[in-house]
Structures are given as C-alpha cells and as structure tokens.
Antibody
C-alpha cells in the first residue's frame, strides 16, 4: 500500500543539525512532489518546503532559508530533510507529506518524527 | 505569503449537534483549499479538497463550502470520533502551502 515511513525520534543539542528521512513505497516515487511540515508541541502545522523527487529541485519557506536542506535518493525512494543550527524552538514533530490523488492537497502523510532540541 | 485565519479557536459542541468552522484567506485562493482532521498523536488526515469535495472514505456528514477568501467546514451531526483539531490549508500559492492555526472541536 501507499505509505511514507519516517526515521525515528532524535534528541539534539542547540547548534547541532538533524537529518530526518522519509521513505516512500507503493507508488512511483518520482511522480509526486514531497513536502515537509512541522508541528511544535501544542501548536499548529507549519509548511517548511518542497522537493521534486524527479529532478531534486527545492523551494523553502523564507523562515527556514539558509538552515534547511531537502534532498532525495531515487535509488531508495527516500527524501531527507536536514535542519541546521538547531535551537529550542525547533523542537517539533516533523512530517513528510505528498499530494498524490487530490490536486495539491496532502493526502499521504508520514507518521511524524519527533525532534527534541535540548541542552 | 497568504495568511489563513481560522475561527473560532475552540468550538464546544454536544454529540449529534452541528459544527461550523470558518477559514479566511488574506487573498483569494480560488477553490484551492483543503481541510484536515488531526487527532492527538496522529498525522493529519485529508477530509476535503477543492474547497468542497470529500476525499475517499470521508463520511457525508463532512461538507465544505466557499471560494475566494471565505470557507466553511460543516460537520452535520457530530460523532464521538469527530472531536479533534481541524486545519484549513491553501494550496493556490506556489510553492508555499500555508495552514490556518486550527480549530479544536471539543465535547460540550
């Protein structure tokens, strides 16, 4: 079945970097864009950026420009989101999500990866 | 950036009653609007896309309406499993797909 499976929870110190993976299965990986969305504890959803798994082109929310890098590995149908210079405010659940069947609405979501930034 | 504003922040409703949630865009997003439901510890689930079309498997008690800048999600008769947080999202803009801040539907 169609699914996105993300890597496990991470604990990082301020200033460090984190790299979260999202492995797609059950569909043609290169045919659909992948987005990253985060959610701080008790807060709403925040769009971070998008990657085209086919060519690898990316676009990031202005808030994360210079700190976020999204990449993909077509051989394993996996996308990655790396966030650098972590601070406590980056503590959140990070989701990958893909619009597959309903225009650009996100119908497929990963299970989420909790990233905790703490000294 | 298009700003999405949802109201109210919290809606207290009794089971079996109707719930009406609102979402406003800072500029027109045409009908490129989605609604999601999120329960604690779970990823969001797509309910409505194109402002008014239910995704596969979504019960008919969920309906969406609106276009341009004003949108509404209606749950006609709340079931116990509908108590959750609901988010609207515009996907008219490229590439940013901004979300509203959410409306929590709680049991009255």
């Amino acid at each position: 079945q169609v699914q996105l499976v993300q890597s496990g929870a991470e604990v990082k110190k301020p200033g460090a970097s984190v790299k979260v993976s999202c492995k797609a299965s059950g569909y043609t990986f290169t045919s659909y864009y992948m987005h990253w969305v985060r959610q701080a504890p008790g807060q709403g959803l925040e769009w971070m950026g998008i990657i085209n798994p086919s060519g690898g082109s990316t676009s990031y929310a202005q808030k994360f420009q210079g700190r976020v890098t999204m990449t993909r590995d077509t051989s394993t149908s996996t996308v990655y989101m790396e966030l650098s210079s972590l601070r406590s405010e980056d503590t959140a659940v990070y989701y990958c999500a893909s619009p597959r069947s309903y225009g650009d609405a996100f119908d497929i979501w990963g299970q989420g990866t909790m990233v905790t930034v703490s000294s | 950036e298009i700003v999405m504003t949802q109201s109210p922040a919290t809606l207290s409703v009794s089971p079996g009653e109707r719930a009406t949630l609102s979402c406003r865009a800072s500029q027109s997003v045409s009908s490129n609007l989605a609604w999601y439901q999120q329960k604690p510890g779970q990823a969001p689930r797509l309910l409505i896309y194109g402002a008014s079309t239910r995704a596969t498997g979504i019960p008919a008690r969920f309906s969406g309406s609106g276009s341009g800048t004003e949108f509404t999600l209606t749950i006609s008769s709340l079931q116990s499993e509908d108590f959750a947080v609901y988010y609207c999202q515009q996907y008219n803009n490229w590439p940013g797909k901004t979300f509203g801040q959410g409306t929590k539907v709680e049991i009255k």
